[in-house]
């Protein structure tokens, strides 16, 4: 398992570099690939464990929120969020059975918001000034988090941390974590792309962590309240999509607004 799970960070590693570096559209439609692969998952696990969310719906609307970065007008994200609520409702209370239809309704938004807005995001991010440049801060202090927590629990663990939710996770683990994204914050924000000073980039590099960390649990939390181990087999070694990327979900909404105050623009 470790072993395919190297050779598919290996060959998917360089493909992902070089599609933040050159941009759109390529980044858009990685991503757009990803949160439909990641809704098509979650609504098979849901489906699986008999609820009925509105699976084309969701993907439809998934698929919009990451493309809305580059929709024309002010309201677009405050209409897909609307239309994203009211209209699978609506749906759902005249479709039988109805008795279930709020659970279906509320899976059917997991899948759009979780996924899709969350992951919206990223491509908000590199379409800004330096947005190249803090993607790839981004997601390798991620990266930097995931693969120290990894190896350093598999090593040193020993004491559990959120055994009811993710029994392989252990606080040595998270400390690994910890110093893996901090590490990655200071070569990436300090020594190649100049965007922090050392304090920043340690600080940033932290809370990177301890977010990623987060959305890797509510991945988890979220499998396991469907019965599931693993959201999929899409990458070999590692599960599914959701099983991968859940870890970037929480950290990218904190680094599109905390680049627009450290440009200035948001404060």
């Not at 990803?34 to 696990?45: D, P, Q």
């Not at 209209?87 to 239809?101: V, Y």
């Not at 940033?204 to 499998?223: E, M, R, T, Y």
Request: hydrophobic share 55%; with cysteine; charged share 10%.
């Amino acid at each position: 398992m470790l072993r395919l799970r190297l050779i598919t960070a290996a060959a998917g590693l360089p493909i992902l570099v070089a599609i933040v570096w050159f941009g759109d559209p390529w980044f858009t439609v990685l991503w757009a690939l990803a949160a439909g692969i990641g809704a098509w998952e979650l609504y098979t696990m849901a489906r699986a464990s008999n609820w009925r969310p509105l699976r084309w719906f969701g993907l439809v609307w998934t698929v919009l929120f990451i493309v809305s970065p580059h929709l024309p007008g002010a309201n677009t994200v405050p209409i897909l969020i609307s239309s994203a609520v009211i209209l699978p409702l609506i749906w759902l209370m005249i479709r039988k059975p109805r008795e279930s239809a709020f659970a279906n309704w509320g899976w059917t938004l997991v899948g759009i918001f979780y996924v899709g807005w969350m992951a919206s995001y990223w491509v908000a991010l590199r379409v800004i000034d330096d947005g190249r440049d803090w993607t790839l801060w981004g997601m390798f202090v991620v990266f930097g988090s995931d693969t120290f927590a990894y190896f350093v629990g598999k090593a040193f663990g020993k004491h559990l941390m959120a055994p009811s939710i993710s029994p392989g996770k252990t606080w040595e683990g998270a400390v690994g974590g910890v110093v893996g994204s901090m590490l990655a914050s200071v070569l990436f924000g300090c020594i190649l792309f100049y965007l922090l000073d050392y304090p920043e980039a340690l600080l940033l590099g932290f809370v990177g962590s301890i977010l990623a960390q987060a959305g890797d649990l509510s991945g988890s939390l979220l499998k396991r309240n469907l019965g599931f181990k693993d959201s999929g087999r899409f990458l070999p070694g590692h599960g599914g999509i959701i099983d991968r990327f859940s870890s970037l979900t929480f950290v990218g909404v904190l680094l599109y607004y905390g680049v627009l105050g450290h440009l200035g623009i948001l404060f």
